[in-house]
């Protein structure tokens, strides 16, 4: 099966703090996505990255930036957290070729920022 | 980007089989219809993907209508590890992005 590992279920930081999520899976996707999760809200998309080295901006990158160094390896950065970043961050992955590929996710990051 | 419209919330019996259904009038030609289930505490889930016929997995059925305006999920018996919110997402964007609505959130009764 496949295997979406986030390295943290909770956290909790203070505003201000640079934070550090990540993600690792192990089916050698090309594709891996951040997502945070907002009760009415939904799932939406923050960045996204199709190979190592890159990545796109999804619906709501404003105050995140991301790193993928090693293709199994995606992070998500909040350079200076703020008390609206409180939230549930999910990533996937999947593979690349064949734009209907399934997306496989991790349980989760909840987050809270004090 | 198609929108979907899903009831809010469904409930079943256990061991009953339970129909999902989702309106996407706007779905474009091209586009598949892919279903996810979210349980409690967990991270999304695949379910299952169709185009144009009729789809079965181990999870579960996709009856998808002939004018493509509408599916079903149907879960042939519900049991109680099914309850979960499901969504329904017609087509992807570029870059295979999802884009979650609403769902429907499943109770199943013992």
């Known amino acids: 099966d496949v295997k979406v590992t986030q390295s943290s279920r909770y956290l909790v930081k203070r505003t201000g703090e640079k934070v550090f999520l990540e993600c690792v899976q192990d089916m050698d996707h090309e594709n891996m996505f951040w997502y945070r999760q907002d009760p009415g809200l939904g799932l939406r998309l923050i960045y996204f990255?199709?190979?190592?080295?890159?990545?796109e901006k999804g619906d709501i990158p404003e105050g995140y930036s991301v790193s993928r160094e090693k293709k199994e390896r995606f992070s998500l950065i909040l350079e200076s957290a703020s008390t609206n970043q409180t939230s549930m961050y999910l990533c996937a992955s999947s593979f690349l070729v064949g734009s209907n590929q399934p997306q496989h996710f991790g349980d989760g990051t909840r987050l809270s920022i004090l | 980007d198609a929108k979907t419209t899903q009831p809010n919330s469904m409930e079943s019996n256990e061991e009953e089989p339970v129909h999902l259904p989702c309106n996407h009038s706007?779905?474009?030609?091209?586009?598949?219809i892919h279903w996810y289930r979210q349980l409690p505490s967990q991270g999304p889930e695949y379910v299952i993907h169709g185009l144009t016929s009729n789809v079965n997995n181990r999870m579960a059925s996709l009856a998808i209508a002939e004018d493509r305006k509408s599916s079903t999920l149907i879960l042939h018996r519900a049991t109680l590890r099914d309850a979960a919110v499901y969504y329904c997402?017609?087509?992807?964007?570029?870059?295979?992005?999802?884009?979650f609505g609403g769902g429907t959130r499943l109770m199943v009764k013992p």
């Open positions: 997402i017609p087509g992807v964007n570029a870059g295979n992005m999802l884009t």
């Open positions: 706007t779905i474009s030609g091209t586009d598949y």
């Open positions: 990255s199709y190979d190592v080295k890159m990545k």
